[in-house]
């Protein structure tokens, strides 16, 4: 009996097959690419005649209703990403080349950030997990907004605005995938995703990928099949946000940023009340964090970028758009509007060549004119040295060799300050009823000895431009996000989870200060002893490759100390 019964399942399915293939009507869909095309027959299920009216388009829509919810896996060498036929819609994009990052807490006056070090410690002496490939990768895609509506949408610009839900070309869709080469003999593959709405808009998306990079082409068509004229008034959406990794550290820019109008502007989410609308030429509007970043980039001159709330839960997150002016089509007229999306990392051989300007959304700060060639650098040294370790190491050998002329004269006007420091506190005390006068006399003391009073501070304050750009480096880069450096060292762009390399750093520092010779008064030379503390609490949750940076430019800088005061000793021994 239940041999029966499957082969009547298998001839129903194959009688199915048959009638779809002999007797339903279709049409021919040829690639753009006439040498390579490809012939797809699709049934009036995907496409229904112009004319679809009244029983016609009633019965289409009701056969909709029995499609089956199926996922599309598409991947290349970068990313593995998961459409869903319904909604056609992205469910999943996780990059291949990160995994998601340890979180820190960098704050020390939190009692997390001591149970963290605490628990950093336990791990030492216990067996560690070899996570591996088993570790998750980087997911972009967003958490579904009341776990219905897809990371990359569309939807009807009067519905964004009044902050509702709508049903715009929401059901399953029909998909066919498809595999071409073009002229430049590039290998495609596309998902064509076919929808009827309920006003008689047949909807078609044409996701194109391919075998290289994080850029995906979009094409959405809409036909009016109905008989009666419609409106086409859509966006397409990202959002909210991205995928938030675990680590978003030291309050860097998490929010929006586009270019329009010829040039960059960025928009915290909680300055966003309303919604944004900006006109114009958009040439991309982006999410993004630290690292990555999600962009819709408009194939039209004219468009307009939208940036929203989805709903009060997601207070800290926004929506993206763009949507192009509203149009009326008539019966049987049909509409095209072309896309490019990109989702992956802040990387600058990846965004230079998606569009125009793209690659301004890496972001430097104030000292990009240094962060940029100090990365450059590092990057050349990683290419015959894998270690960014090492590379950051040799970066701080290079900068302290250009500033050793400067660091050696500021120690001389140092060592002169310290001779004339009797001196001073005699005129002090002198005039201390008058300090207009001892001002006066103190710098005329400086001229008679040919001292300059901020000889001393200059070589530090020259360093803290440095000092900043190599910070903004260190953080937005994302060649150093995750980069090991040695022992307990495994990611350059976090914070040292034994706190090892900041107390070393505090202690160096005070050794050069023991070291360095002062002009100040005991009161200021005592608040100075200060410094090393306080400098260290902050740098407690800092970079571990900034910290390396700081800990070997201190030691660097006692050594040249040391052989200066044997310099000066030998020299005071060869005179006596």
Same mark, same amino acid.
């Given at each position: 009996?239940?041999?029966?019964?499957?082969?009547?399942?298998?001839? +129903?399915?194959? =009688?199915?097959?048959?009638?779809?293939?002999?007797?339903?009507?279709?049409?021919?869909?040829?690639?753009?690419?006439?040498?390579?095309?490809?012939?797809?027959?699709?049934?009036?299920?995907?496409?229904?005649?112009?004319?679809?009216?009244?029983?016609?388009?009633?019965?289409?829509?009701?056969?909709?209703? &029995?499609?089956?919810?199926?996922?599309?896996? =598409?991947?290349?060498? %970068?990313?593995?990403?998961?459409?869903?036929?319904?909604?056609?819609?992205?469910?999943?994009?996780?990059?291949?080349?990160?995994?998601?990052?340890?979180? /820190?807490?960098?704050?020390?006056?939190?009692?997390?950030?001591?149970?963290?070090?605490?628990?950093? /410690?336990?791990?030492?002496?216990?067996?560690? &997990?070899?996570?591996?490939?088993?570790?998750?990768?980087?997911?972009?895609?967003?958490?579904?907004?009341?776990?219905?509506?897809?990371?990359?949408? =569309?939807?009807?610009?009067?519905?964004?605005? #009044?902050?509702?839900?709508?049903?715009?070309?929401?059901?399953?869709?029909?998909?066919?995938?498809?595999?071409?080469?073009?002229?430049?003999?590039?290998? =495609?593959?596309?998902?064509?995703?076919?929808?009827?709405?309920?006003?008689?808009?047949?909807?078609?998306?044409?996701?194109?990928?391919?075998?290289?990079?994080?850029?995906?082409?979009? &094409?959405?068509?809409?036909?009016?099949?109905?008989?009666?004229?419609?409106? *086409?008034?859509?966006?397409?959406?990202?959002?909210?946000?991205?995928?938030?990794?675990?680590?978003?550290?030291? %309050?860097?820019?998490?929010?929006?940023?586009?270019?329009?109008?010829?040039?960059?502007?960025?928009?915290?989410?909680?300055?966003?009340?309303?919604?944004?609308?900006?006109?114009?030429?958009?040439?991309?509007?982006?999410?993004?964090?630290?690292?990555?970043?999600?962009?819709?980039?408009?194939?039209?001159?004219?468009?307009?970028?939208?940036?929203?709330?989805?709903?009060?839960?997601?207070?800290?997150?926004?929506?993206?758009?763009?949507? /192009?002016?509203?149009?009326?089509?008539?019966?049987?007229? @049909?509409?095209?509007?072309?896309?490019?999306?990109?989702?992956?990392?802040?990387?600058?051989?990846?965004?230079?060549?998606?569009?125009? %300007?793209?690659?301004?959304?890496?972001?430097?700060?104030?000292?990009?004119?240094?962060?940029?060639? +100090?990365?450059?650098?590092?990057?050349?040294?990683? +290419?015959?040295?894998?270690?960014?370790?090492?590379?950051?190491?040799?970066?701080?050998?290079?900068?302290? *060799?250009?500033?050793?002329?400067?660091?050696?004269?500021?120690?001389? +006007?140092?060592?002169?300050?310290?001779?004339?420091?009797?001196?001073?506190? #005699?005129?002090?005390?002198?005039?201390?009823? &008058?300090?207009?006068?001892?001002?006066?006399?103190?710098?005329?003391?400086?001229?008679?000895?040919?001292?300059?009073?901020?000889?001393?501070?200059?070589?530090?304050?020259?360093?803290?431009?440095?000092?900043?750009?190599?910070? @903004?480096?260190?953080?937005?880069?994302?060649?150093?996000?995750?980069?090991?450096?040695?022992?307990?060292?495994?990611?350059?762009?976090?914070?040292?989870?034994?706190?090892?390399?900041?107390?070393?750093?505090?202690?160096?520092?005070?050794?050069?200060?023991?070291?360095?010779?002062?002009?100040?008064?005991?009161?200021?030379?005592?608040?100075?002893?200060? $410094?090393?503390?306080?400098?260290?609490?902050?740098?407690?949750?800092?970079?571990?490759?900034?910290?390396?940076?700081?800990?070997?430019?201190?030691?660097?800088?006692?050594?040249?100390?040391? $052989? $200066?005061?044997?310099?000066? @000793?030998? #020299?005071? @021994?060869?005179?006596?």
């Amino acid at each position: 009996m239940e041999d029966r019964a499957l082969l009547a399942i298998i001839l +129903s399915i194959l =009688i199915i097959v048959l009638y779809q293939y002999l007797f339903a009507p279709r049409r021919v869909i040829k690639q753009e690419t006439p040498e390579k095309n490809e012939e797809i027959a699709m049934t009036d299920m995907e496409n229904p005649p112009e004319m679809a009216h009244g029983s016609n388009l009633k019965g289409i829509l009701e056969s909709q209703k &029995d499609r089956i919810e199926k996922e599309f896996t =598409i991947e290349n060498e %970068h990313y593995k990403a998961i459409f869903s036929n319904k909604g056609g819609c992205l469910k999943s994009w996780k990059l291949k080349e990160y995994k998601e990052e340890t979180h /820190y807490e960098t704050w020390p006056l939190k009692k997390s950030f001591w149970r963290q070090t605490a628990n950093a /410690y336990i791990a030492l002496f216990r067996r560690k &997990d070899d996570k591996g490939e088993d570790a998750s990768l980087v997911e972009m895609a967003p958490e579904p907004v009341h776990g219905a509506k897809p990371p990359l949408d =569309i939807k009807l610009s009067t519905e964004i605005d #009044a902050g509702g839900e709508d049903a715009f070309a929401e059901g399953i869709y029909e998909v066919t995938e498809r595999k071409y080469s073009d002229d430049q003999n590039n290998n =495609i593959r596309s998902l064509v995703m076919s929808f009827l709405d309920d006003r008689g808009i047949m909807i078609e998306k044409e996701f194109r990928f391919f075998e290289k990079g994080y850029s995906i082409e979009l &094409d959405i068509r809409m036909k009016n099949v109905s008989g009666t004229k419609q409106g *086409i008034d859509y966006a397409l959406t990202w959002g909210p946000g991205i995928r938030r990794e675990k680590a978003e550290r030291h %309050h860097r820019f998490v929010g929006t940023a586009l270019w329009a109008d010829g040039k960059k502007t960025r928009i915290k989410p909680k300055k966003v009340k309303e919604t944004i609308r900006r006109k114009g030429f958009i040439e991309w509007i982006a999410y993004e964090n630290t690292y990555f970043a999600a962009s819709i980039i408009p194939q039209k001159t004219e468009s307009e970028a939208l940036i929203y709330k989805e709903t009060a839960e997601h207070d800290e997150l926004v929506t993206i758009g763009v949507r /192009y002016p509203a149009r009326i089509i008539g019966p049987g007229e @049909e509409v095209q509007d072309s896309y490019a999306v990109y989702i992956g990392p802040k990387r600058d051989e990846d965004v230079k060549g998606v569009t125009a %300007h793209f690659a301004e959304i890496i972001d430097y700060g104030w000292f990009s004119f240094l962060a940029r060639p +100090s990365i450059w650098f590092l990057k050349k040294s990683y +290419s015959f040295l894998p270690n960014y370790g090492f590379a950051i190491i040799i970066l701080t050998l290079i900068i302290k *060799i250009v500033f050793w002329p400067l660091t050696e004269k500021g120690f001389g +006007s140092m060592r002169e300050m310290q001779k004339i420091q009797p001196k001073m506190a #005699a005129l002090r005390e002198k005039h201390k009823s &008058d300090p207009t006068r001892m001002n006066k006399e103190v710098m005329e003391l400086y001229k008679s000895h040919g001292v300059n009073p901020l000889g001393g501070c200059l070589p530090l304050v020259l360093q803290i431009p440095v000092f900043f750009a190599l910070y @903004e480096a260190l953080l937005v880069s994302i060649e150093i996000r995750g980069a090991p450096f040695m022992l307990w060292i495994n990611d350059l762009s976090a914070m040292d989870p034994l706190l090892i390399t900041p107390v070393l750093m505090g202690i160096s520092m005070f050794i050069q200060q023991k070291m360095t010779p002062t002009g100040m008064d005991p009161k200021q030379a005592q608040m100075m002893y200060w $410094m090393p503390v306080i400098f260290t609490v902050f740098f407690l949750g800092f970079p571990s490759g900034l910290v390396i940076y700081w800990l070997l430019n201190n030691v660097l800088t006692i050594a040249q100390q040391y $052989m $200066m005061q044997r310099r000066t @000793e030998k #020299a005071a @021994e060869s005179k006596a």
